[in-house]
């Protein structure tokens, strides 16, 4: 059924028609040509320059962590420009080729690198942090071969450096980047650097501050040539810490080489001034990119460097214990300082023979002279008289058996054990040989180094239990103040002024009088203090017998400003052992009173 | 099937056929000088396969004619819309629309094909009855037989197509007579329907409005093929970069430059003299078929025509305005420029519906 042609008129309308809408085409693609007219001639030469210059990167800006000083304004910890290699997911056009030369030029696996390219949501423009902290030398070979890298890049971002690998690294802790597990948390952005221990974690709201981010334009060869828009980060707040950096050192010089922990606090306030715990870790290795096979043998090592022993290990107080005693029994009455006895260096209670350290034993010997001498022998009867509840009960007030509520986190509390909890645990009674046990501070009692540097702080000061300080205040950025912290009191121990006399009296003794402590004197400096020698629970064979080593000690004897105390795991006697490292320090911060007494006994 | 009357052979638009030609040829020639050596040439290899599939299906739209396919225009409908329903249930979804259709290693885009369907079901709705002026009716019943398949696109969605098959019906409608009264009356009901064709779209389509009333709304998400396409042309100049200079396409700014994009790589490489060289062979191509439309007497054969031509007018134009920035970006190849095996075809095939047209003119 053919349709007959039309007829003339109509075709005419038609074909009129067909034409209008020719023209009507005609003059869009006119306009089109308009359009290219200006573009590439018109425009053309600006446009030109735009695409020689044309890449737009977002990048973060990471804010500079805050710093933390010393309370003498010295960086304990500082942040330098480090190396992160990123990847640009958009200018990777080969993508496999091109992470497969990386990989084999800087020796990442390959695994690793497509893991944190896939970890990170599909954002072609922004640039994935796959690792930090590059070497000079692996940088170089990146820019080396930068043309058959595409999308690979060299970022200068701050990193922590620290002014030694393991200065202060329980104290300060390590950053590093949030690990999967910290990012269930929803708090952190994937790639930030957080702070996994000490303060570096306990202030790290305020140290991290707030990255920004830029968005910028780079060349062919990705050289920035144009901040297109830029977000400043808002910097870390800088910490002043209680810390003396000098005496930090010091405690850290003279614990070289040994296991245990110093603390060295001012008692006028509580002020942490040094804190160590040996051995320690490398902060350095730990910060930025993670040494694997470094981190495995930290972890995996015997001595546990990664524990902060001055408030996480604890240990028998042993003759330390013998100042509680003393102050129970002066403070209640039942001893006195004419109590005398004679030690012969055993002592005998019913079928059990108790022994002192030194055989043959110490002669005659009055309170005075036992504390100096630490006599086994009078103290057993001292504790006996004095009796194991009242012993408890001022351990207690000086802060024994409780964290001393310092804000590093993950604090033992030692333990203090009295009648009850003695006859609930074992089931027998409370025994005289329990009594005898822990009068000279064996048994199960257990103190941190930490508490005993309280304690001894509140024998220096009377009586006042502070609050350890570490952080006096933390400022923002802009100068204000974000937190501050004043010394706080905790608790007092309440004994009366001749008694305090007698015990500050009694440890200069020690030191100063041919006592225990003796390996402490210093020409020029009144240290008080008192050596302990603490059975070591044995865990092996090797380790048996070989025991802790204490000296809890402060100075200037007639007006404290320091409190040193001295740990050293299964080092031997407090005497010989730990007093010696107490000197070393007493040395370093007594530097200028020292050299002036060499110098006048000199001429 | 394929064996052509002689006569028909003299008719052949040849200068039709050497601007499409012309165009093949570039499309190739920017294809493998994107990435020469690697990726760039097995596109272009790819690109010439469908160029000859394409070939093939010219030559058998040309053998047969185009009065027998307008009659079988209702089957072609319901195999359209077929199509259109099973990939809106089973497509692969490519960029948050689903388009394509697995047939074996062959994927294919209905609504390419649909284009042509549409027009052959255009022609057939508007002559099937002979009526002089167009009843109402007629009108009616031609808008309920593309809208649904319309609707399918838009859905799909496919807002370039659609975007298309607008201009193309309003052309055939102005041609075939439609009062301008009746068409004002059509355009203020499309315009009111479209705060409703708002609620249709995905967020990326209305991004892609916005950005286009806004360019620098966001030049670095939405905007930026819009900005990076300027720059490449742009900096093409007046006389282009060559092949081996033009760093944005060539350095992968340019996102779906071997696509939708692709004549942002020509003017980048080619300048304002190559860009007016290509635009004149579209124009050329499209002015001949408008030619062939005019000057056919048989009512289907110059609908058709008309419709055919339209398809790649507005195509054409609305691909152009889209990379050149004067439209917003609605994901529309460039006939026979751009790389895809469907639009190329398809392409070919309204090609050899012109020819065949024309062929037939003086029957």
Known sequence: MDLAPLPGARREAWSRRVLALAAITAVGFVGLLGQLWYLQVLEGGRLQELSEKNRIR???????????????????????????????????????????????????????????????????????????????????????????????????????????????????????????????????RRGDMIGQSGLERVLDEYLRGRDGGERIEVDALGRPVQVMKREEPYPGAQVVTTVDRRIQEAAERA??????????????????????????????????????????????????????????????????????????????GSLTPMDRTYCNGEYRLGAWTFKDWRAGGHGHVDLRSALVQSCNIFFYQAGLKVGPEAIARYARSFGLGAPSGIDLGSEKPGLVPFVEWRRHRSGRGWQSGDTINMSIGQGPLLVTPLQVARMMAAVANGGILWKPRLVQRVELADGSLAYSASSKMTGRVDLSPVVWSFLRHALSGAVNEGGTGAAARIPGVEIAGKTGTAQSVAKSDSAKGQDHAWFASFAPA?????????????????????????????????????????????? | MLKLDRRLLQNVDWSLLAAAGFIILLSLLSLWSLTPGRGGSALAWRQLSWVGVGLLALLVVVSVDYRNL??????????????????????????GARRWIHAGPITFQPSELFKLIFILTLTWALTSRREQPLSRGTLIGTFALVGVPFFLI????????????????????????????????????????????????????????????????????????????????????????????????????????????????????????????????????????????????????????????????????????MVTGLLPVVGIPLPLMSYGGSSMVVSLMALGLLLSIRMRQFN
């Open chain 2, 70 to 95: 307008v009659r079988a225009a209702p089957a072609f409908y319901v195999l359209g819309v077929g199509l259109l329903l099973v990939v809106s249930a089973l497509g692969q979804t490519v960029s």
């Open chain 1, 558 to 603: 007639e007006d404290p400003e320091y409190v040193v105390v001295v740990l050293v795991e299964r080092g031997g006697r407090g005497g010989q052992v730990a007093a010696p490292i107490a000197r070393q320090i007493y040395q370093a911060i007594f530097l200028e009173k020292v050299a002036m007494v060499g110098l006048g006994e000199g001429s």
């Open chain 1, 255 to 332: 614990m070289a080489g040994r296991a245990g922990a110093v603390i060295v606090m001012d008692p006028r306030n509580g002020d942490v001034l040094a804190m160590t715990s040996s051995p320690a870790f490398p902060l350095d290795r730990f910060t930025g990119n993670l040494d694997r096979e470094e981190w495995l043998r930290v972890v995996r090592d015997p001595m546990t460097p990664l524990m902060n022993r001055a408030l996480q290990s604890q240990y028998a107080p042993g003759s330390l214990f013998k100042v509680i005693v003393t102050a129970a029994g002066l403070q209640e």
């Open chain 2, 154 to 321: 838009v859905r799909q969605p496919d807002l370039g197509t659609a975007v298309v098959l607008i201009p193309v019906l309003a052309a055939v409608l102005i041609g075939v007579g439609v009062k301008l009264r009746v068409l004002g009356a059509l355009t203020l009901a499309g315009l009111a329907a479209l705060p409703l064709a708002w609620l249709v779209l995905k967020p990326y389509q209305r991004d892609r409005l916005l950005v286009y009333v806004d360019p620098f709304r966001d030049p670095l998400g939405t905007a930026y093929n819009v900005i990076q396409a300027k720059i490449a042309i742009g900096s093409g100049q007046l006389l282009g970069k060559g092949v081996s200079g033009a760093t944005q396409s060539r350095l992968a700014f340019l996102p779906e430059r071997h696509t939708d994009f692709i004549f942002a790589v020509f003017a980048e490489m080619w300048g304002f003299i190559g860009a007016l060289v290509l635009i004149g062979a579209y124009l050329l191509l499209v002015l001949r078929g408008f030619e062939i439309a005019a000057s056919t007497r048989e009512p289907r054969g110059r609908i058709l025509a008309l419709g055919v031509t339209a398809v790649f007018a507005a195509q054409t134009l609305i691909n152009l305005g």
């Open chain 1, 58 to 188: 977002i990048r973060p800006v990471v804010a500079p962590r805050g710093i933390l000083f010393d309370r003498n304004g010295l960086a304990l910890v500082d942040n330098r420009p480090a190396f992160t290699l990123s990847l640009i997911p958009r200018e990777m056009e080969d993508r496999d080729t091109v992470l497969a030369r990386l990989s084999v030029l800087l020796k990442i696996p390959l695994a690793e690198l497509e893991g944190s390219l896939d970890r990170v949501p599909v954002d072609p423009m922004r640039v994935v942090r796959v690792r930090r902290g590059l070497s000079l030398e692996e940088v170089t070979k990146v820019e080396e071969r930068k043309l058959e890298l595409p999308g690979v890049l060299v970022e200068v971002e701050p990193q922590r450096v620290y002014p030694t690998s393991t200065f202060a690294a329980h104290l300060l802790g390590f950053v590093r980047e949030v690990s999967d597990e910290q990012m269930k948390q929803g708090r952190y």
